[in-house]
């Protein structure tokens, strides 16, 4: 090889690494994500879906996961007393809640295990969230598999 083929090459070589080193491909397209949250006391549940990294993460209290536990902090804090010794156990029970992106129903859904609850995330952003919440807890506690 001559001295303009070797330079040709490792021009082309070094073009690719960087091509390859700085899309960000697999960053931006959706993948699995997951979050524990703690919206009021000992309790923790955990909040997963199908989103990009900039869908998930917004901004704090703005992220898929901080909504949802916005609105359950909102349902337990505006509860009497003896309302919230009734809910205790009823969010006891729920381990886990999908944000989903879907059609398949409107704003909530159960799958019958009694400690799952699905979101729909278009409800995410309405006044329908934690009323959304309150109503899949209802049905999960009955391990019911409805949606509404």
């Excluded at 330079?7 to 960087?18: E, F, G, P």
């Excluded at 091509?19 to 979050?35: I, L, M, R, W, Y």
């Excluded at 704090?60 to 156990?89: C, Q, T, Y």
């Excluded at 019958?112 to 952003?125: H, R, S």
Aim: net charge negative.
């Amino acid at each position: 090889m001559n001295m303009k083929q070797t330079t040709l090459i490792t021009i082309i070589m070094v073009a690719l690494a960087l091509t390859f080193t700085t899309c960000k491909h697999e960053e931006d397209g959706p993948k699995n994500q997951s979050a524990t949250i703690n919206p009021f006391e000992d309790y923790k549940v955990t909040v997963k879906g199908t989103f990009t990294d900039t869908e998930w993460k917004g901004s704090g209290a703005s992220s898929v996961a901080g909504k949802i536990e916005n609105a359950m902090k909102s349902h337990f804090e505006g509860a009497p007393d003896f309302g919230k010794d009734a809910l205790r156990p009823r969010y006891a029970k729920c381990k886990i809640v999908f944000v989903e992106k879907t059609s398949d129903y409107n704003n909530w859904k159960t799958t019958g295990d009694g400690e799952t609850i699905c979101i729909n995330y278009n409800v995410l952003n309405t006044e329908d969230l934690k009323n959304s919440i309150i109503a899949a807890l209802i049905s999960m506690e009955a391990s019911k598999t409805e949606q509404g």
